[in-house]
Structures are given as structure tokens and as C-alpha cells.
């Protein structure tokens, strides 16, 4: 273990004699000092800005260890973090250094300097780490040529991520203000390292919360197919005949001369009712699965499904649709198709609409799909909360947002009380 050395306080020496890098004429040593704390702040507030302005980590760090030398008049130095697998803090960024060098440096937590630093949560500096009687790899540092050298603890919270370290080819006295500021400089490095694994993991949760999704998705999708070929094969062929049957019996009925008008009568209602149950069976068979998905593609079933629902309301479309639109997964275009039902359905249930534009276009690398109403419109900021009746303003707004989501792409609505609404989502092409 190596152990930071006590220093007394040095005295002035007269006629402008210097003790380490300190000047100790006191005329001069007031401006250096002065240049010195404004250099100081100048770096930390250098460093804060890259912290801000940057995203990528490691230039945030090549840049920390940058202007730490720059400061320090350093050459050599770096950061290293503990590599999970290994549990070592090994080398992350560096300059100066060997290859050799950093590779083995790598120390557990606890030991030689760098480890002491990360274990200790303590910033150590050496006047000459080559005369450390206890310091580890003696011949890589003699090697190296290091001598005044810090090691400053990288801190989110209350955690130590990594150490910075930094090396000059010279001897040097470190004063007490320069801790202060390389251990700011510590926190402000400490802080994007903690900030951006935060950022990481939280993405990572994303990723797996879509993936799952996904699969959930998939697994519905397949599901409702064969729920929908079922009831096409079997339910909906069944009920075709019973249709069929009973238009029979009442062509037989009248060929008879049957005059029980009653019988005619309740005949006649149970033909049109199995009628209504076999057009129900039908849009249900459409919702789950729409045939036209599967035999003409996207545009043609969205089109279909528009047309059904809207204009036996007396609403009327228009397209406005690419000629020759890109061709998407078959997972996009179910969440497509099923997003466009969900939007529809709004307009049906609450819009009170006269017209419907819907346009597909591609922008640049974009594929947009536009549904535009000219009903009541609403207000925006209300989505997702909680009405008089305890449920939730824009549910299937909120479905169609997380929809698009779940395939990387966005949903925007723009509305406004009188002024319609229009629903945008936008995913992007490969």
C-alpha cells in the first residue's frame, strides 16, 4: 500500500527563491496565484460545458484527462473504471501512457494507489511516485518516466466509479487548492459517467420492454389469424347455410300455398336475423383478420376498412396515397393496419366528422400516415386523465402512441375544440 506523504508547510524564502513551483516572492506570488486560480476555473468550467454539450462518454473523459494535464502541466494520465468481469479497474481512456503500461496496470479495488483512491473514496498525490518504496510495478513507472502524480476518486452520488489519474515527468508540490479543483474536476467527470450508465440501463429497459411487447404483439397476431380462419372455415360457412336453408323454406313456403301468416312472418324474421349474425361474424373475422391484409396488402385493406366504417355514416374520404408505397415488414403493417382501426374507431365514436382525409407519403427516410378529421376536435392536454366516469380521456389515442412505439416509430395528434384533430405516425424505413 502506498502512503501519501505529510508535507510541512513551507516558509517563504527571500529574494524570489522558488520551493518546488511555488514563487515564494510575495509580489509575484500574489499574480501567479491569481493567473493560477483563473486558469482553475477557466478548466472546470471547460470540462462542466463538455460534460453538457457532449454525449458520447469517452469524449467526455478524453477531454476531462485533457485539460486535468493541461492544468497540471502533465503528460501521462488517464481514467479507469472497474470492469465487471474482471473486477479490476482497468485503463477506459488515456494519453500518454504505453500500451504496455495499461495494460498492466490494471489493480483490484484496495490495491496499489489507484485501488486505495477507489476504495477509499480519498484523492492521493505524490510529489515522485517512482521513490514510493510500496507502490505496484515499480519498473513500469521508472519505465514510464512518471513522477508527481495524482489519483482523484470519480464519484456519482455516493458511489466511486473510477479514478483519474494524471503524471508529469517532473517532481512536483501539489498545494491544497489543487486538490479542491482536481477533485471537482472528479465529481463533474463522476457525474457523466453516472449519468450516461443511468441512461444506458434505462435503454436497455426499453429495448427489453419492446422486445417483449413485440413478441406479446406477435403472439396476439397469430392468435386472432387462426381465431379468424376458425370462424371463416367453420363458424361463418355454417352460418351461410343456415342462411341459405332458411331462404329456402320460404321460397318452399309460398310454392306450397302456406297461408299461416304468422309462420311466414317469424320465418322471414329468423332468415333476416341469421342474416345480421353472419355480416357480424364477417366484420369480426375483417377486425381480427382482414383477408385484404394478407392477399393485396396494406394500402388496399386500409382502404376497405376506411370505406366500411366510415361512409355508412355518411362520412366522406378522400386518399391522398403515394403510387408506389415501400414495402414494410409484415409486423409494421399489422401495427399499421391496427393503428389506423384504433384512430377510425375514434372518429366514428366521438368526432362527429364530415370528412376524412387519409394520406400516405414517404419524407426522406420517413414513412408518414395521416388521418385528418374536420368534427368537434378536443383538447390535447386532457389525454390520459381521468374523467367523471373514472375512465381515461383518449384511451385509443394512448394505444395508438404506444402502438408506434413498440416498432420504433412516433405518433403526434394535433387538436383543437372546433378545429378537427389530426393524427400523424411516423416510423422510419430502412
Partial sequence: MVKRKERP??????????????????????????????????????????????????????VGVEKTLEFIGGN?????????????????????????????????PGEGVNGRVFSTGKAILLDDISAEPEVLHSDLIKTEGLRAFISVPLRFREAVLGVLNCASPRKRHFAEKDMHLLNSIGDQLGLAIGHFRLHKRLQEKRERYRDVARQVITAQEKEKKRISQELHDETSQMLAALTLNLKTLIEMAKLSGLRDQKFNEMLRKIHTTAVQINNEVNRIISDLRPTLLDSLGFVPAIRHYAESSLLPLEINITFDIMEAPPALSPEDEVNLFRWVQGVVGNIVQHSRARNVKISLQKRRNRLELCIKDDGVGFDVSRIGRINSQKRRHGLGLIIAKERMKLIGGDCSIQSQPGEGTTVVAVIPMA
Fill in 9 to 62: 508547510p513551507v516558509s517563504p524564502t527571500p529574494g524570489g527563491a522558488k520551493t518546488g513551483d511555488f514563487t515564494r516572492n510575495p509580489a509575484l506570488a500574489e499574480t501567479r496565484e491569481g493567473e493560477k486560480s483563473t486558469d482553475a476555473l477557466l478548466i472546470l468550467s471547460q470540462i462542466t460545458s463538455t460534460v453538457s454539450a457532449l454525449s458520447e462518454l469517452d469524449a467526455i473523459l478524453k
Fill in 76 to 108: 501521462y494520465g488517464g481514467i479507469m473504471l472497474l470492469n465487471k468481469e474482471s473486477q479490476k479497474l482497468t485503463y477506459h481512456v488515456y494519453q500518454g501512457l504505453s500500451d504496455e503500461f495499461v495494460r498492466r496496470a490494471a489493480v483490484k
